[in-house]
């Protein structure tokens, strides 16, 4: 079965400076996606950064960027130039390729952004 | 607006009463599931469902049910009601083929004392 883990339950930045927060994960299959989702306050799930593990190139949204490691299924998440909108609760997920396959996420990493 | 909609987004009921949490999306989504989000577990899947009339079991499916009659709603049922149910839930929806992005609900907040 895919695990993911997340083994930092908390972490600070203050404000402007760069974050990076850790995911590894377990699996067997080849091919497949690796997701990091934000929860604010308001609890709503919302996509932050996408990876298609066939693709050797970091994904990047604007201030946000990954480390992709197959080799290591490392998946860590840099924040740059951290915004106080940035704290929240951050979830690294994987999916395998295929119809029927579920989300599989880590426990967490709950940031605060400090001024 | 694309958009996955729950309700109540807050309940909180007894052991035993039987209650179902909505879930409606409108974006001719084939795929929906429904997770619980408990802390220090991260969000576990419940139940899945690839398209009308087809359903089947997440990791954590004892004490749910669900139903899937039309392709837009995909309703979570507890029967019976325990408090270890008092959880997060969410509804969540994706196309089924390639690494479509999935859309969750806002997340209901259910207490059972």
């Known amino acids: 079965a895919q695990t993911v883990t997340q083994s930092q339950p908390e972490m600070s930045v203050q404000e402007a400076e760069t974050v990076t927060l850790s995911c590894t994960y377990d699996?067997?299959?080849?091919?497949?996606?690796l997701f990091w989702y934000k929860q604010p306050p308001s609890r709503q799930m919302i996509l932050v950064i996408r990876?298609?593990?066939?693709?050797?190139q970091n994904a990047t949204e604007n201030r946000f960027s990954v480390n992709f490691q197959k080799a290591a299924k490392s998946f860590s998440l840099k924040i740059s130039d951290s915004q106080l909108g940035d704290a929240a609760m951050y979830f690294c997920a994987y999916r395998r390729t295929g119809t029927a396959s579920k989300l599989t996420f880590g426990t967490g990493t709950r940031l605060q952004v400090t001024l | 607006e694309a958009q996955v909609t729950q309700n109540p987004r807050y309940l909180i009921t007894v052991t035993g009463k039987k209650l179902t949490v909505t879930c409606s999306q409108n974006?001719?989504?084939?795929?929906m599931s429904w997770y619980r989000q408990d802390p220090g577990l991260g969000l576990r899947q419940i139940y899945y469902?690839?398209?009308?009339?087809?359903?089947d079991k997440g990791d954590v499916p004892e004490g749910y049910k669900v139903s899937r009659k039309e392709k837009r709603n995909f309703p979570l049922i507890l029967e019976s009601p325990s408090p270890n149910q008092t959880s997060l839930y969410f509804c969540?929806?994706?196309?089924?083929?390639?690494?479509?992005?999935?859309?969750f609900g806002p997340g209901t907040r259910l207490t059972v004392t």
């Open positions: 990876q298609e593990a066939y693709k050797q």
């Open positions: 969540a929806s994706r196309h089924l083929a390639g690494g479509h992005e999935q859309y």
């Open positions: 974006m001719n989504h084939e795929y």
């Open positions: 469902s690839m398209n009308v009339e087809v359903t």
């Open positions: 699996t067997s299959e080849s091919d497949y996606y």
